[in-house]
């Protein structure tokens, strides 16, 4: 039977740095005369290697260190070949545990990589949307403009009535390309209510051009076809209306104007 050292149930603490400051010193005072222990230290150095490799990626929890280092006392009486063979074994738990820790980062990434991925397909919808409402604002001053300077374009100027005497708007009319109407300071629209623009002519029932609904500061700008064949306009009205407009005029005017 070999001798046994006094300290020699401290080389696997030692190869773990599992020892205390104090114990730590004591055993390396040790192993500078104990050739034994110095070749127990360098014989579990590549196990311990391996441990650190797989320790730095995913360090086990304390509980799970605690329980290593409990069986790795308890094997302190065994061969060295049965130390290494379950210190082999801690290395593929320990391995294992990395492993589970490494899937949850992937899934976690997986979920980052997911928001952004909608951020930005919400990002070019928003962005699509902006070139449409950009098209649909070009196409309207393009329209307005052919209009305004088409060869047989009337102007009419609508005053504000009593109902609104601060508004007042601009209506342009060619029988080849429609009309255009550019109101300022109409009142808030009540709720279920909207304007509604008519051309009177020689005819009597007014004809409905169209719907208009102001902004925030009153303003309304709009471009309305009008029949080929509809009579010279003699006035132009705005007046207010039921959500979706009606046939004929019922409510108040707010904007009258003769054509000239």
């Known amino acids: 039977m070999g001798v046994v050292h006094p300290l020699a149930d401290q080389v696997e603490l030692y190869a773990l740095d599992a020892l205390s400051p104090a114990e730590r010193a004591a055993f390396e005072a040790h192993l500078a005369v104990c050739p034994a222990c ?41 061969s060295s070949s049965t130390t290494l063979a379950w210190l082999a074994t801690a290395a593929a738990v320990l391995a294992a545990i990395g492993l589970g820790i490494y899937a949850t980062q992937l899934r976690a990434r997986l979920a980052s990589t997911e ?28 329209s307005m403009l052919a209009v305004m300077l088409a060869p047989d374009v009337a102007r009419v100027e609508l005053a504000g009535q009593p109902a609104a005497p601060s508004a007042s708007a601009r209506a342009y009319w060619s029988r080849a390309r429609g009309l255009v109407i550019d109101a300022a300071h109409l009142p808030p629209l009540p709720a279920g209510r909207t304007y509604q623009l008519w051309v009177l ?42 959500e979706g407009g009606l046939p004929a005029p019922t409510g108040d005017k707010y904007l009258v104007g003769v054509a000239h």
């Not at 409905?208 to 500061?217: V, Y």
């Not at 709009?222 to 705005?238: G, R, Y």
């Open 201 to 242: 002519t020689a005819q009597p029932a007014p004809i409905s051009a169209g719907l208009l609904r102001p902004d925030a500061t009153g303003a309304a700008s709009a471009v309305f076809n009008t029949p080929p064949d509809i009579p010279t306009p003699t006035a132009m009205a705005v007046t207010i209306e039921p």
């Open 115 to 142: 928001a952004r991925l909608r951020a930005a397909i919400v990002r070019a919808e928003v962005s699509e949307q902006r070139v449409g409402d950009l098209q649909r604002r070009e196409d309207a001053s393009a």
């Open 38 to 78: 110095a070749r127990e230290v360098r014989a579990l150095a590549p196990v311990v290697s391996a441990l650190g490799a797989n320790g730095d990626d995913a360090a086990p929890d304390p509980a799970v260190r605690r329980r290593l280092l409990a069986a790795v006392r308890r094997s302190a009486s065994r």
